[in-house]
């Protein structure tokens, strides 16, 4: 992994200079536009093109955020890759080292912050754009939420109890990693823990 997203981020624009933006549109399955190319990052519309990467109302993105836009239309596939199996951040290929950082930062956080109340999380969780339940039997919440289009994220929570702490899961799907790297499915994964939280500072 590159030593900080400010490195990768300047990286990724380079190469940007020389992307192809209508056949990048046209893998997409959108229009060119002058602008460059809308894509909805967990439900916030972002412009990326020729003039970077910012708002619909001209923000400039996070270093971060614009970093998973980038390296998202640098790997975007010609080919949608097969449909297949949720997997973990440890099970993508090479996460193992990163595996400890990545649920400290992320599913730690969240049985941390909403211990035994799985209503308080969904609250939260409906804060943010594109969340929807998730049919999954065995937890006491199960959701997903369109980090970006083609690249569901899903939360799985079981509040804590008498017998046994809480439980929390952050899932990809296995084609994940046809879309984005592991450094921005980590910035992805803990973009979401970071919304998560700031909604309960807002409604404590």
Excluded at 46 to 70: F, K, M, R
């Amino acid at each position: 992994m590159p030593a900080t997203v400010a490195e990768a981020c300047r990286e990724t624009r380079i190469r940007l200079a020389s992307v192809d933006w209508p056949v990048v549109a046209g893998c997409m399955g959108k229009l060119p536009m002058p602008e460059g190319i809308r894509i909805p990052f967990f439900g916030e519309a972002y412009w990326i093109g020729p003039q970077g990467c910012h708002t619909v109302s001209g923000d400039p993105a996070s270093e971060a955020v614009e970093l998973v836009l980038n390296r998202y239309v640098l790997r975007f596939p010609a080919l949608a890759p097969p449909d297949g199996a949720c997997v973990t951040f440890r099970e993508l290929e090479g996460a193992g080292p990163l595996s400890q950082r990545f649920a400290d930062n992320t599913q730690k956080i969240i049985t941390t912050t909403f211990g035994r109340s799985a209503d308080r999380l969904r609250a939260a969780a409906q804060t943010v754009k594109g969340c929807r339940p998730h049919p999954k039997r065995g937890f006491d919440l199960a959701l997903s939420f369109e980090a970006l289009p083609q690249l569901p994220l899903y939360l799985q929570f079981n509040a804590e109890d008498d017998e046994l702490p809480a439980q929390a899961a952050l899932l990809f799907h296995c084609s994940a990693a046809v879309y984005l790297d592991l450094q921005t499915l980590f910035i992805v994964a803990t973009y979401l823990t970071g919304r998560l939280i700031t909604a309960v500072g807002r409604n404590p």
